[in-house]
């Protein structure tokens, strides 16, 4: 096939990658319906400098090589710097994903008007007018006087704005779009030309980005995975619209740990970090209701004790249901055969269903043991005490094995004032010390916490 001389356009299979000069409803190749995405052809440029530059490669070693050490710069909010692993870096990009509504645009305008004080920062928005953006920054009482404004969809005159800015929010990916590329804003083709050109100018001026993203009606981020890959950092911002808590979380970061959590209020005032997060995660009826257990739950860097809810309903028709809410459903499958075999609680005919409070997910393998309890509660129809905390993790022989940071989930179970705590037998020698302050109570196998949890049931 001749090269192209000039820049054309193809269409490409996001599935197999079959490609076709126009676009098609299905893939002749594979078969995928909607898969296939428009995609810009340059010319390959081969002059006598690049062939120069290719074939002129040299490896060095790493002793040899040296690289600047980057400073944070802080965004004002203090749970997006723990997020992003202690502030921003700059020159990355930032990628925030997020329900409609959620809270996007509230906090980029405020981390925006607090850079603004002693940086040169631009909000490039493509939803909003400059009047409404201006409107949030008065509403919100955050000043940004020197931010620079755009309301723009087309990005491609984007780089000339971009002398001297350090720092450029951009509201959002799926609303802007580049002249090369004939799909509408928010198409597959649209998104990812748009953010490795955003990454392009972010590595070689090195500006960094905060850029909106919608998600699908799943949860996940809208537009090809590419848009995930070329990000330093990708943030979700999660919560019930109804209730006012926000949670911030990251899912990938080059620059820190994806498992810091930031907590956060939405207000009439904006977004306020919430530093705390004690009570966030505990219900009222605590205690009161069988199917609820409390464990410590490490996320990142800090520890808080979270709610696990289990109901357990007879199965009316056919197959019994599974679901759960905030912990991998394949870790309660194998922890309800676990409880079957091993203690004899049957749940083949009963219908499952986990939720863990305030929308937080819990994936550390420390909170096995409270999702049994809580299963077993419900199981019994016994209510757990409302001052016990449960944590460890469950080997599929039904013993209880040693989990990581068990002094800091005990302390943090002192601070909350909880009066008993069950945990893994292997973890007492390091908590004795708080045995003046709360009973603790060794955890060997599965058996021995269902006897001290529900001692008139075994
Ligand atoms: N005038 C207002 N007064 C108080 N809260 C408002 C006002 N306007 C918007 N909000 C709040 O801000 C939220 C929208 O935030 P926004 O940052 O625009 O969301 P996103 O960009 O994620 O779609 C709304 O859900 C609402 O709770
Ligand atoms: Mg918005």
């Known amino acids: 096939m001749a090269k192209p001389t000039k820049a054309t356009t193809i269409f490409t299979c996001s599935e197999c990658g079959a490609t076709s000069p126009r676009w098609l409803g299905r893939c002749p190749s594979c078969g995928q319906f909607n898969t296939m995405a428009e995609e810009i052809v340059k010319p390959a440029v081969k002059n006598e400098t690049t062939a120069k530059s290719v074939y002129s490669l040299q490896a060095k070693p790493l002793k040899e090589i040296s690289y600047e050490r980057y400073e944070r710069v802080s965004s004002g909010v203090s749970e997006f710097d723990t997020v992003l692993g202690g502030g921003i870096v700059p020159g990355s990009l930032v990628l925030l994903g997020g329900d409609p509504g959620i809270g996007k645009s509230t906090i980029l305008t405020q981390i925006a008007a607090h850079l603004s004080k002693a940086h040169k920062v631009l909000y490039f928005s493509a939803e909003e007018s400059c009047s409404q953006v201006k409107m949030r920054c008065d509403r919100l009482g955050v000043g940004g006087e020197n931010m620079l404004l755009v309301n723009a969809t087309c990005i491609d005159g984007l780089e000339e704005q971009l002398k001297g800015v ?11 779009y580049t002249d090369e590329m004939s799909s509408s804003s928010g198409s597959v083709g649209q998104v990812r030309e748009c953010a490795t050109k955003l990454m392009r100018i972010a590595k070689s001026q090195n500006i960094t980005f905060f850029i909106i993203g919608h998600v699908t009606k799943e949860g996940a981020l809208a537009g090809p995975k590419v848009l995930e890959h070329v990000m330093d950092t990708v943030l979700y911002f999660e919560g019930e619209n109804q209730e006012n808590y926000r949670i911030l979380r990251a899912v990938k970061n080059r620059f820190g740990n994806v498992s810091e959590v930031g907590v956060f209020e939405m207000t009439g005032e904006g977004i306020i970090p919430v530093t705390d997060y004690s009570g966030i995660f505990l219900s009222e009826s605590r205690g009161e209701e069988a199917g609820c257990a409390v464990t410590p739950a490490q996320t990142g860097n800090r520890c808080m004790n979270v709610e696990i809810q289990t109901l357990i309903n007879r199965t009316a028709f056919g197959q019994p249901r599974r679901m759960s809410l905030g912990v991998d459903y394949n870790k309660l499958a194998l922890l309800l055969a676990v409880l079957e075999k091993r203690c004899n609680l049957h749940f083949s005919s009963q219908d499952v269903y986990i939720n863990v409070m305030g929308g937080i997910k819990l994936n550390e393998p420390a909170t096995d ?52 705590v069950l945990l893994p037998a292997k973890n007492l020698k390091s908590v004795a010390k708080y045995a003046d302050k709360i009973s603790i109570v060794p955890v060997l196998y599965l058996g021995t916490m269902l006897k001290s949890l529900f001692p008139k049931e075994q």
Do not use: N
Not at 166 to 176: L, R, Y
Not at 370 to 399: H, M, N, Q, W
């Open 166 to 176: 350090e720092f450029c929010v951009i509201d959002s990916i799926q609303a802007v």
């Open 369 to 420: 043991l409270a999702l049994c309890a809580a299963l077993a509660s419900a199981y019994f129809e016994r209510p757990i005490d409302k001052y016990t905390a449960v944590f460890g993790e469950v080997g599929l022989t039904g013993e209880v094995r040693a989990v990581q940071y068990a002094e800091k989930r005990v302390s943090e179970c002192v601070k909350m004032g909880f009066k008993r």
